[in-house]
């Protein structure tokens, strides 16, 4: 199992203001949040973690968050540094930095690219200036336009730009509005996802009003799809469309269960060694991550994934992807063997939700596309 792909993922925990539908590690500190010492933990971390990697090449960099665009470029460019001296980079490993428009100076993009950052995935979420309050944003339509303006000039042409569908009071024109304005920017990527509830957030203790039924969203989704397409984006994944084949490297990686190392706040991480399947975490208080950097406690515990859990999560990334897996990809990213697959999909084969391809490829049927997270559900109690 020594082919398994391995990308980087470093967390960078602050916002300027928590959005009340996030549930990711994320605080609200700003330019308060003690950046020269987490950057100093950082650096530990990624060296701990270069000795995890044993050499392995790194396809793929991806700085999230929070906010990594808090981060000025001249502390992005010492991170990425860090990187590219601890670690055997691909020649062409994608580099990819979130950003919000509201956080990203004039002119700041270039510094961005200049330390490394070659893919930035700007969090638009609406181009409605209404929609954007309504989603605690702190940046206006405008701001996302100039960012992207300013991105290109500054050597930027790999953008994702980050969109939700499903908002509170959106209607199916004012959806295909945000998605036409996104595509005339003429970004490499575009995710588009609905607006879901997430346990732990502020809409979720108290959810907005006017939110879309389930037979609008449907309607939502199915025409935007018919734009995207119309306009050259093509989906392959559930929420991910991209021109020209400029899928995201590092996202797709997630998807397709390979490896990845977890640096920062909260990260999570998993590594193949040997035959066997690991899994590792962070501390998620940044307080907390920084004193486990700064003392003895800074490495992680491994815990080995069980068979039960090898093929429920293989499912619940790969079965996200448009054109589903091969049989080879879960025999060597699992560990397990075909009979294992058949032996665990045979319930949803016969339930229509999940049909294989003579080529050995196996992927949802448009039943199961509809309701995956019925048909990935289907594979937390293994059948024995």
């Known amino acids: 199992m020594t082919g398994v792909p391995l990308s980087l993922y470093i967390h960078l925990p602050w916002c300027v203001k928590k959005c009340p539908y996030c549930d990711f590690n994320s605080y609200s500190r700003g330019d308060s949040a003690p950046k020269a010492r987490y950057m100093k933990a950082l650096l530990g971390d990624l060296h701990r973690e270069s000795t995890i990697a044993n050499g392995r090449v790194i396809e793929s960099v991806f700085l999230g968050g929070g906010t990594p665009s808090l981060f000025s470029s001249t502390e992005i460019q010492a991170l990425l540094d860090a990187v590219r001296g601890f670690f055997t980079l691909a020649e062409?490993?994608?580099?990819?930095?979130?950003?919000?428009?509201?956080?990203?100076?004039?002119?700041?993009?270039?510094?961005?690219?200049?330390?490394?950052?070659?893919?930035?995935?700007?969090?638009?979420?609406?181009?409605?200036?209404?929609?954007?309050?309504?989603?605690?944003?702190?940046?206006?339509?405008?701001?996302?336009?100039?960012?992207?303006?300013?991105?290109?000039?500054?050597?930027?042409?790999?953008?994702n730009i980050d969109l939700m569908h499903g908002l509170p009071g959106q209607t199916v024109n004012m959806a295909l509005a945000d998605l036409s304005i996104a595509i005339n920017l003429e970004p490499a990527h575009i995710s588009w996802y609905q607006l879901t509830l997430e346990p732990n957030t502020v809409f979720y203790a108290r959810p907005?009003?006017?939110?879309?039924?389930?037979?609008?969203?449907?309607?939502?989704?199915?025409?935007?799809?018919?734009?995207?397409?119309?306009?050259?984006?093509?989906?392959?994944?559930?929420?991910?469309?991209?021109?020209?084949?400029?899928?995201?490297?590092?996202?797709f990686n997630y998807w397709s269960f390979g490896d990845y190392l977890a640096v920062g706040a909260g990260a999570?991480?998993?590594?193949?060694?040997?035959?066997?399947?690991?899994?590792?975490?962070?501390?998620?208080?940044?307080?907390?991550?920084?004193?486990?950097?700064?003392?003895a406690a800074g490495s992680s515990e491994?815990?080995?994934?069980?068979?039960?859990?090898?093929?429920?999560?293989?499912?619940?990334?790969?079965?996200?992807?448009?054109?589903?897996?091969?049989?080879?990809?879960?025999?060597?990213?699992?560990?397990?063997?075909?009979?294992?697959?058949?032996?665990?999909t045979a319930a949803v084969v016969q339930k229509g939700l999940i049909e294989r391809s003579a080529e050995g490829f196996w992927m949802p049927t448009a039943l199961g596309s509809r309701?995956?997270?019925?048909?990935?559900?289907?594979?937390i109690v293994e059948h024995a």
């Open 302 to 344: 491994l815990t080995r994934l069980s068979r039960r859990d090898l093929i429920f999560e293989f499912m619940l990334n790969a079965l996200r992807l448009n054109d589903g897996f091969a049989e080879s990809t879960f025999v060597e990213r699992t560990g397990l063997s075909i009979e294992d697959l058949r032996h665990a």
């Open 208 to 251: 907005p009003a006017n939110l879309p039924d389930d037979d609008l969203a449907f309607e939502i989704q199915d025409r935007g799809q018919t734009l995207l397409v119309e306009n050259g984006f093509l989906q392959y994944e559930v929420s991910a469309y991209a021109r020209d084949g400029q899928r995201c490297q590092h996202n």
């Open 371 to 379: 309701f995956l997270n019925d048909l990935q559900s289907e594979f």
């Open 268 to 295: 999570h991480g998993k590594l193949t060694i040997s035959t066997n399947v690991h899994r590792y975490q962070k501390p998620a208080n940044p307080l907390q991550y920084m004193v486990a950097q700064e003392s």
């Open 92 to 159: 062409n490993a994608e580099v990819t930095m979130e950003a919000n428009p509201g956080t990203v100076e004039c002119g700041a993009p270039a510094g961005y690219r200049e330390a490394g950052v070659n893919r930035l995935s700007i969090g638009a979420q609406s181009f409605d200036n209404e929609m954007l309050s309504s989603l605690g944003r702190i940046h206006s339509s405008a701001d996302i336009v100039r960012t992207v303006e300013d991105a290109k000039a500054g050597g930027f042409d790999n953008i």
